[in-house]
């Protein structure tokens, strides 16, 4: 896949089949029209592309609001676009100054000009443009004046799949992850870098890699014990997570992300690392002594084993 990061010198395409959104998550309602997308573009011996934004569109248009965070980052998005056969993504830096774009311009200056699309993709919801004016109605209406046709995922179809980066977020802050990773089609990916700790947790014989997120964009779970397998120096293992504050060993409000990897005593400081999390073992708690904290955490352990041979 060639990735593209602005529209200067973008590749002259015999037969561009194209969509756009946000695609944050690349859930399975998302795969579906990528999919689609990567059919029609076969079967027309075209090329597929995939238009997409950055940073989320929702964080520039309502920026007094709460921050969006990321289901996937960018780097990841780029990795499952990737996986599903795509063949160019186009990423488009969104503004304010891009946010002010009509329908009409965002479909001459994008779709026509820069891309030369043959035959566009698109779902009966999707919108784009200024006020998000644009949408398929929109594109009907007006498509007696484009070089390209329009292919529409019908409402059905998109339906019968209700999946939406809403609800990805909704079951990851209530620690659902197996209706997240469901919705997903695969377990949510936290990624970063092994950094120091306290060490504390070697002293009672459960010896911690901590990390530290790769985005500060990237959406975290809610705090519990999670079940996980874990990407390491191009290797795959098994263990558990902490996502929390750290009640039982200080008042400190700082969230760390903790890792227990199974069977493993290397010096991995400073690597990098991918985890994959699986299920939810407990929520976050308090004990009155580390002692207490360690026969618990032998459970844990025993628990995520469980879950991990499923």
């Known amino acids: 896949m060639k990735v593209h990061q602005n529209l200067t010198n973008l590749p ?38 995939v238009i997409t934004f950055y940073p989320h569109p929702r964080n520039i248009i309502n920026q007094n609001q709460t921050e969006i965070k990321e289901l996937t980052t960018l780097d990841e998005k780029i990795d499952k676009l990737e996986k599903l056969g795509i063949d160019h993504l186009l990423i488009l830096p969104f503004t304010p100054e891009f ?11 994008i779709y026509i000009d820069a891309l030369n699309t043959k035959k566009l993709v698109i779902g ?56 997240a990773n469901q919705y997903l089609g695969n377990e949510y990916e ?5 950094v120091n700790g306290d060490k504390i947790g070697r002293t009672i014989g459960f010896p911690t890699a901590n990390v530290s997120l790769s985005h500060e964009s990237k959406l975290i779970p809610a705090d519990a014990i999670y079940a996980v397998k874990i990407m ?56 009155d002594t580390l002692e207490k904290m360690k026969i618990q955490l032998k459970n844990d352990e025993i628990k995520a084993k469980q879950i991990l041979l499923e």
């Not at 690349?26 to 076969?42: E, P, S």
């Not at 936290?190 to 092994?194: H, N, V």
């Open 124 to 179: 009966y919801d999707h919108r784009f443009g200024k006020d998000r004016a644009g949408g398929l109605e929109y594109l009907l209406k007006n498509n007696h004046q484009y070089s390209f046709t329009i292919d529409e995922i019908p409402k059905h179809d998109l339906e019968n799949n209700t999946i939406s980066s809403t609800k990805i977020r909704n079951a990851l802050a209530e620690s659902n992850i197996k209706i």
């Open 99 to 109: 946010s002010q774009i009509s329908p009409d311009e965002f479909v001459q200056k």
């Open 232 to 287: 390491l120096k191009n290797k795959f293992y098994q263990g558990m997570m902490y996502i929390g504050n750290r009640p039982t060993l200080s008042g400190n409000l700082e969230k760390r992300i903790e890792v227990n990897i199974f069977d493993f005593q290397e010096d991995v400081y400073g690597e990098n690392i991918s985890v994959f999390l699986v299920d939810k073992i407990r929520g976050d708690e308090k004990f």
């Open 12 to 49: 002259i395409l015999s037969f561009a089949v194209v969509t756009s959104g946000t695609f944050d998550g690349v859930h399975i309602g998302h795969q579906k029209i990528l999919t689609h997308l990567t059919q029609i573009a076969t079967q027309n011996n075209g090329q597929s592309v």
């Open 190 to 194: 936290l990624r970063g870098k092994i």
